[in-house]
């Protein structure tokens, strides 16, 4: 086997440049899921979910009894939309103005969302969202593409 010094010196450095990036997303990542949703348990949050928590459960995503609900829920959604970044609402263009470990979240947040409601669907959950949130069939078929990498496309699966 010939030694390349330059190239492996190289190749090396590289690889520790790209952990030291991916470390930085990971970082951002688990203090995303640490502190995700944490608004929620403040009074002006709290006060308006606790009223409609459990219908929620019940109701079926994007169904006319669920759009009433998110109507009582208005008070403590805006409250929450404007303090969580992971949420499309937070933004004034909504998942364009978002990044990718802002969309990571909210992915992880539609996955745990749909194991909450009746008959949770998260590829049905993102092909509704398309039309809710207006994005393009590029970036649905990326958060596609994710749920499938990540095996969340399983509806019998609970996380």
Same mark, same amino acid.
């Given at each position: 086997?010939?030694?390349?010094? @330059? ?10 440049? +790209? ?24 009074? @002006?949050? *709290? ?5 409609? &928590? ?21 008070? *403590? ?17 909504? &998942?364009?103005? =978002?990044?990718?470990?802002? =969309?990571?979240? =909210? ?5 745990? $969302?749909? $194991? ?5 669907? &998260?590829?049905? $959950? &993102? ?6 949130? @207006?994005? $393009? ?12 990498? =990540?095996?969340?496309?399983?509806? @019998?699966?609970? +996380?």
């Amino acid at each position: 086997m010939e030694d390349f010094p @330059n190239t492996n010196n190289e190749t090396r450095k590289h690889i520790l440049s +790209v952990c030291e990036n991916i470390n930085k997303y990971i970082h951002d990542l688990l203090n995303r899921g640490i502190n995700h949703d944490a608004s929620k348990l403040n009074y @002006n949050q *709290a006060s308006v979910f606790d009223k409609c &928590i459990n219908r929620l459960h019940d109701a079926e995503y994007n169904s006319e009894e669920y759009k009433q609900l998110l109507k009582e829920l208005q008070p *403590a959604l805006i409250h929450h939309y404007k303090l969580n970044d992971h949420h499309p609402e937070h933004f004034d263009n909504g &998942i364009q103005d =978002m990044n990718m470990l802002q =969309m990571l979240e =909210m992915l992880a947040d539609w996955k745990a $969302s749909c $194991s909450r409601v009746k008959d949770g669907d &998260i590829i049905k $959950s &993102i092909e509704i969202n398309q039309n809710r949130f @207006n994005y $393009s069939d590029d970036i649905k078929n990326l958060l596609i593409n994710t749920v499938k990498y =990540m095996n969340w496309d399983n509806k @019998n699966e609970n +996380v």
